[in-house]
């Protein structure tokens, strides 16, 4: 048990539907992160939010939407994927970015399957 | 960030120390070591970090060489839990997180 929890951990949804992926820090950190790992691929990062402000988007497609109203909750709204989106989504926080030191808590992930 | 390389896979005996290494020959005089490790399916669990001296913990000990080239986790006493990806990290001051570039790690399996 990290202190990052996440829902669902299991998603299947067709390429027409509109999802949310939940995550929540219990932790008092300032910044959440958003991860998609793919089959047999590294960790890819996608957003990063400091202080609920986004600082980082890795080129993400717009059919992925994070939200992070406050330093405590990130979501990331789904909407019209590709079977190509099928992964491992990764959401993790930690207390001060921009620091050497800084060490980023990781939740168990939500499992997304796209039909 | 300093890229590192590690062996792609290992295995371990149960009971006995697993050594992993990993290779940072770029790295700069700014960058921490980090290792995590991710057990089947799950999100990464964070380790342990150091900066040139050696660090022990409750999970791990890591070895950093004195030139800073290369270093190697220890697990002293390795269980079935321990079947994982490791994941070594060379990580600077950079800004706001983008700089935990996670690489394919090492696999271990700790056999009974």
């Known amino acids: 048990e990290t202190g990052v929890t996440q829902t669902p951990r299991h998603l299947v949804m067709g390429m027409t539907n509109k999802k949310s992926l939940k995550c929540e820090q219990h932790?008092?950190?300032?910044?959440m992160y958003w991860y998609k790992q793919s089959a047999k691929k590294p960790l890819e990062l996608m957003f990063v939010?400091?202080?609920?402000?986004?600082?980082e988007n890795n080129s993400v497609p717009s059919r992925f939407s994070p939200e992070c109203p406050n330093s405590s909750h990130l979501f990331l709204h789904l909407h019209t994927l590709q079977p190509e989106d099928s992964a491992l989504y990764l959401c993790?926080?930690?207390?001060?970015?921009?620091?050497?030191?800084?060490?980023?808590?990781f939740g168990p992930g939500t499992r997304l399957t796209v039909l | 960030d300093a890229k590192t390389t590690q062996p792609t896979s290992m295995d371990c005996a149960e009971g006995r120390a697993a050594n992993l290494p990993c290779n940072h020959s770029?790295?700069?005089?700014?960058?921490?070591v980090y290792w995590y490790r991710q057990i089947h399916s799950q999100g990464p669990q964070y380790i342990i970090h150091?900066?040139?001296n050696n660090e022990t913990n409750e999970m791990a000990s890591l070895i950093i060489t004195e030139d800073r080239k290369s270093s190697t986790l220890i697990l002293p006493h390795a269980t079935l839990r321990d079947t994982a990806v490791y994941y070594c990290?060379?990580?600077?001051?950079?800004?706001?997180?983008?700089?935990?570039?996670f690489g394919p790690g090492t696999r271990l399996s700790v056999l009974p």
């Open positions: 993790a926080s930690s207390s001060s970015p921009g620091l050497a030191t800084d060490t980023q808590y």
């Open positions: 932790l008092g950190h300032n910044a």
């Open positions: 939010y400091n202080f609920k402000e986004q600082t």
């Open positions: 770029t790295i700069s005089g700014n960058e921490y």
């Open positions: 150091g900066l040139k």
């Open positions: 990290i060379a990580r600077g001051m950079d800004n706001y997180g983008q700089n935990f570039v």
